[in-house]
């Protein structure tokens, strides 16, 4: 069973910068598989952000992410990590890690979001005017 745990999170000015980071257990990197986050805020529908294949970094962006938000990962900790920057009232949500199993292709569309397995606790992300 994968396990996901998030850390990071909390409330900052608009225009300022937060890491969040989703650390795997109970499985292993072996397994190729993509991870990510996705978010919801009050009365929204969820919203894929970014994702990242582990098997060779490759990575996806929203739209209204791009330019922002950094997906990266450390292989060897089994750790996803997404840097926020210049963030922004509207980004103000319950940010969830989500993960695959293993997954067949490199490539991981946001689109693919509900068939992700595995997702985290959430932690939240407030930003102020």
């Known amino acids: 069973q994968v396990q996901l745990v998030e850390s990071g999170g909390g409330s900052v000015q608009a225009g300022g910068s937060m890491g969040l980071s989703c650390s795997l257990s109970?499985?292993?990197?072996?397994?190729?598989?993509?991870v990510g986050w996705f978010r919801q805020a009050p009365g929204k529908e969820r919203e894929g952000v970014a994702f990242?294949?582990?098997?060779?970094?490759?990575?996806t962006y929203a739209d209204s992410v791009k330019g922002r938000f950094t997906i990266s990962q450390d292989y060897a900790k089994m750790t996803v990590f997404l840097q926020l920057d210049n963030l922004k009232p509207e980004d103000t949500a319950m940010y969830y890690c989500?993960?695959?199993?293993?997954?067949?292709?490199?490539?991981?569309?946001?689109?693919?979001?509900?068939?992700?397995?595995?997702r985290g606790q959430g932690t939240q992300v407030t930003v102020s005017v």
């Open positions: 990242i294949y582990t098997g060779d970094d490759t990575t």
């Open positions: 989500t993960a695959t199993g293993n997954w067949a292709t490199t490539s991981c569309p946001i689109e693919l979001l509900p068939t992700y397995a595995y």
């Open positions: 109970g499985t292993t990197y072996r397994g190729k598989r993509c």
